[in-house]
């Protein structure tokens, strides 16, 4: 702090000498000489001739002491110079140890953040947007960027950016994991001499010249004068600034367009004033108070402030607001935007329901008698009953029980003749075995379930692992049931190009995952059903894609073989989601059959994928029980993966998509020093007498 201004606040009677306040400890009487200085604080030593910054100030504030000296015997009222008020203002602003005190503090704080967020994964992931449904908007812009710079190697652009999307997202943690490996060696090399480089910069500032400091030139549009105070302390701050509706706080801690008061003590009892409102009144009362604060390390005084209680404040100020800052530009970066067009889509709230009575009718469509049928039907009405306390299952038209399944959905009265008989649907790897079918009963639209005879009769068998599995399934029915009522108000959306082709292959997925973890509990190893039906739909899909691809004419010819991977695609996401909402219908780490479905998948590069798929059907409930359309309308993503893996590539093309059926799937990705291990299973062979509900759940064998 330069004497030339110290000079205003010396202690009477005593020479050049001020009270000297620091926080922690008593005031102090000291020379002026020896408040914060430091030597050779803007340049070493020079040699003999060379002129130094230090010198250069020196000779520069020879000037300036002489316009100090006249500011602190101006009469109050008396209006300055703009020009003249705002360079000395500037000056004293950026010569002080303050500015280079708080670039150091605000670096230390900011390098702090830095290498905490590039050394956590888990913070540094989720800055990238990775276990978000939607990456970072500067995530994707570089992916965007990369995707051209793959165009002259023929792989077009938009196939490019969703290929390397959907591996960003779905490798990303390993990724994270890897880049904080990399760098966490690199921070200490990084920072080293920061103390050198602020002290490079802040001299850069001084050197520059005052005209040439946007801050000269925005304060030399306000209203200057001189005004009486008392007993004012000097902050090392020197001057204060305050914007609309804020305390004082040191000048550079504001922004110059936004400043409407200036005040930099020049006397104990003179202050030097910049309004912008030249009617404002100006009150000094808090002005002591709201210094200390602003100061980084100290203040001066003529007298000790120890009554006051004003050293216990110092440094709060700057402290608060570089924490504030720092807070909010991490903040910022960890709250990356995202990219996304379905951001603005409404969450669908379930209904709320009160528990009421309800009927159904049993059915047995081909067999049994009165008896038979009574003694299902109090099995179900116990299950029905019990359920429909936590989930809504009024819309439950009846239950039909039918040794000949496919017959029982011909000829199930819909109640409508416009709607078409149902068929089972189920693919060739399985048999179909339990069926929701929608029918209209008095013009509103319910849920028949139809079910094959074994099931129901294994409600009572003697086999516990049979009566657990049949008894699962008939929960887990009932379970899809009720989350189409729960939702039933969920909106209609306008999808994308590629949305129209695909969405419909998993829009019956996050049914399945709900419901499936809602059954989970009464059949825990029924998870191995689940993964035994993914690895076969799997392989099974992998057949009929590859005989379609031998019958195309040509490259061009793909519409049938396109239909057959969409139906194929469709059913494996279903038996995913259906062992992933077992899954988390488990007790976290319960273990379970079948809970080596990632291991299984690793040969083909899904375990991955797996997972992924898992975080983005659980994002799609809220916590609150919503459904999230801005995750649901992006799921159709999955299908492109497995699409990728069985080598059919689609991409957007105007409105259109543009699809090649390959012999060439995707390989596996793999990371640097990441492998898969050796002794993984491999894919299991397809078992023709798996049976299947239709909606894609296991059945016992």
Request: hydrophobic share 45%; with cysteine; net charge negative.
């Given at each position: ?453 074994g099931i129901a009769a294994a409600w009572s068998s003697d086999d516990a692992d049979l009566r657990a599995s049949s008894l699962h399934l008939l929960i887990k029915m009932l379970a899809g049931i009720a989350h189409g009522t729960r939702y039933a108000d969920v909106p209609a959306f306008t999808p994308d190009a590629m949305g129209r082709e695909l969405h419909l292959a998993v829009a019956h997925a996050p049914n399945g995952y709900w419901s499936a973890k809602q059954a989970a509990f009464v059949d825990p190893d029924q998870g191995e059903s689940y993964a035994d039906l993914v690895i076969t739909s799997l392989d099974f899909a992998r057949r009929e894609i590859g005989a379609a691809r031998a019958k195309m004419a040509d490259d061009s010819d793909v519409g049938e073989a396109s239909l057959i991977a969409l139906e194929c695609i469709s059913a494996v996401l279903n038996h995913a989601a259906d062992w992933l909402g077992h899954r988390d219908g488990l007790a976290p780490d319960q273990p379970f059959a079948g809970d080596n479905l ?104």
């Open positions: 702090m330069p004497r030339l201004l110290q000079r205003g606040f010396l202690a009477e009677l005593d020479g050049e000498r001020t009270w000297l306040h620091r926080a922690g400890g008593p005031a102090r009487l000291v020379g002026i000489k020896d408040v914060g200085t430091e030597d050779w604080f803007y340049s070493r030593k020079g040699a003999p001739g060379e002129l130094t910054l230090d010198d250069a100030i020196t000779a520069f504030e020879q000037d300036l002491g002489k316009d100090v000296a006249i500011l602190r015997t101006t009469p109050p009222g008396t209006q300055i110079e703009p020009g003249l008020a705002a360079r000395i203002t500037v000056h004293l602003v950026m010569r002080t140890a303050h500015l280079r005190q708080t670039i150091e503090h605000g670096i230390d704080g900011i390098t702090d953040e830095i290498q905490s967020l590039f050394t956590d994964p888990t913070r540094l992931g989720a800055m990238m947007g990775i276990d978000s449904p939607m990456l970072a908007s500067a995530v994707m812009d570089a992916i965007r960027s990369t995707a051209q710079d793959l165009v002259p190697a023929g792989f077009p652009a938009p196939l490019s950016e969703r290929l390397l999307s959907f591996f960003m997202r779905e490798r990303g943690g390993e990724l994270a994991a890897q880049t904080v490996a990399t760098l966490t060696p690199m921070f200490p090399t990084l920072f080293k001499d920061l103390a050198s480089r602020v002290r490079d910069s802040h001299n850069a500032i001084v050197a520059k010249p005052l005209d040439d400091h946007g801050w000269v030139k925005a304060l030399t549009g306000l209203h200057w004068t001189i005004e009486a105070g008392v007993d004012l302390i000097l902050p090392d701050a020197v001057a204060l600034a305050r914007e609309a509706g804020q305390p004082l706080a040191p000048l550079l801690f504001t922004t110059a367009a936004d400043a409407e008061l200036i005040l930099l003590p020049v006397a104990h009892d003179r202050v030097l004033v910049g309004r912008r409102d030249t009617a404002a009144d100006i009150d000094l009362k808090t002005y002591n108070a709201q210094a200390a604060a602003s100061c980084q390390g100290f203040f001066i005084a003529p007298r000790e402030f120890d009554g006051e209680g004003l050293s216990a404040t110092i440094g709060t100020g700057p402290a608060q607001a570089l924490a504030a800052s720092i807070a909010e530009a991490v903040h910022d970066a960890e709250a990356a935007r995202r990219d996304h067009d379905g951001a603005d889509l409404p969450r669908a709230q379930p209904r709320t329901f009160a528990l009421a009575g309800f009927s159904y009718r049993v059915t047995l469509h081909d067999f049994g008698d009165d008896m038979l049928a009574q003694e299902y039907g109090a099995i179900l009405q116990s299950v029905v009953g019990t359920l429909s306390r936590d989930i809504p299952l009024h819309d439950l038209d009846g239950v039909t029980i039918a040794a000949d399944y496919g017959d029982a959905l011909a000829k199930l009265d819909r109640g409508d003749p416009d709607l078409p008989p149902v068929t089972s649907g189920a693919l060739g790897y399985g048999i179909g075995v339990a069926k929701p079918v929608t029918v209209i009963r008095e013009g509103k639209p319910k849920s028949h379930l139809v079910l094959a005879a990632s291991a299984r998948l690793a040969p083909s590069g899904l375990d991955h994928w797996l997972a992924l798929f898992g975080r983005d059907l659980a994002a799609s409930y809220g916590e609150d029980g919503a459904i999230d359309l801005a995750v649901v309308t992006t799921l159709s993503r999955h299908v492109e993966r497995l699409f990728w893996s069985l080598g059919i590539y689609c991409w957007p093309e105007d409105d259109d998509v543009r699809c090649v059926v390959s012999d060439r799937p995707l390989a596996p990705l793999l990371l640097p020093g990441i492998d898969i291990p050796a002794d993984v299973p491999t894919l299991a062979p397809a078992d023709p007498n798996s049976q299947l509900p239709d909606e894609g759940e296991s059945a016992p064998q």
